[in-house]
């Protein structure tokens, strides 16, 4: 079954450095998410793209975090400077296109957990 | 999209059904309601869907109130495998671009 590939896994950085991580989506998905979910709460959207564009990224924190999905396919989340509040799992979702024949289903991957000392 | 209110926690016994609810009294009349689960350390999950109707796949059934404010999921049959969080999500259809917000879910534990 296709799944949704993250990487890295695990992250442990220190606060101030760069972190980056990386997302393929399950082929021909054309929407790709990502969240941030702290420990004991439910996810929180950060980006939402359609293809290669940005559809919804109101809850980036756009002066430290950045997104891109240049070619429309895989994608990437950086993090510079990290801060100790950014420690959190990042998941990164997607699914086929709008339309009435699809369900609406999220496909999430694993996760990357980062851990800012 | 409306929100969504869940107890934070409920046991269940091993082969017993396990009810979840979940309110939604401001949903509008174009919001489907879903229903994830995260097992520890794993990405969401999808289980099922529906806008008014109920509705049944192999992982649960979904009853939805005739007002649709308030809808229960049922794991006919929980297994320890199904101790997970469980999220109630009202969102616009499928067919939309909306985005799924998690509010804080329901943590159920199942017991042998």
């Known amino acids: 079954e296709a799944e949704v590939a993250q990487s890295p896994r695990y992250k442990i950085t220190e606060k101030s450095q760069a972190v980056a991580f990386w997302c393929d989506p399950i082929?021909?998905?054309?929407?790709l998410y990502w969240y941030r979910q702290i420990l004991g709460q439910g996810p929180e959207l950060l980006v939402q793209?359609?293809?290669?564009?940005?559809?919804?990224d109101s809850q980036l924190p756009k002066d430290r975090f950045s997104a891109e999905r240049l070619k429309g396919v895989d994608s990437t989340l950086k993090i510079q400077p990290a801060e100790l509040g950014d420690s959190a799992m990042y998941l990164c979702?997607?699914?086929?296109?709008?339309?009435?024949?699809?369900?609406?289903?999220?496909?999430f991957g694993e996760g990357s957990r980062l851990t800012v000392l | 999209d409306a929100k969504t209110t869940q107890p934070p926690s409920m046991d269940c016994a091993e082969g017993r059904a396990a009810n979840l609810p979940c309110n939604h009294s401001?949903?509008?009349?174009?919001?489907?309601v879903y229903w994830y689960r995260q097992i520890h350390s794993q990405g969401p999950q999808y289980i099922i869907h529906g806008l008014k109707n109920n509705e049944t796949n192999e992982m649960a059934s979904l009853i939805i109130t005739e007002d649709r404010k308030s809808s229960t999921l049922i794991l006919p049959h929980a297994t320890l495998r199904d101790t997970a969080v469980y999220y109630c999500?009202?969102?616009?259809?499928?067919?939309?671009?909306?985005?799924?917000?998690f509010g804080a879910g329901t943590q159920v534990v199942v017991t042998p």
């Open positions: 082929s021909g998905h054309a929407t």
């Open positions: 999500i009202v969102r616009v259809g499928p067919g939309s671009w909306g985005k799924l917000q």
């Open positions: 793209f359609q293809d290669e564009s940005v559809v919804d």
């Open positions: 401001t949903i509008s009349g174009n919001e489907y």
């Open positions: 979702a997607s699914r086929v296109a709008g339309g009435l024949a699809n369900t609406g289903e999220l496909f």
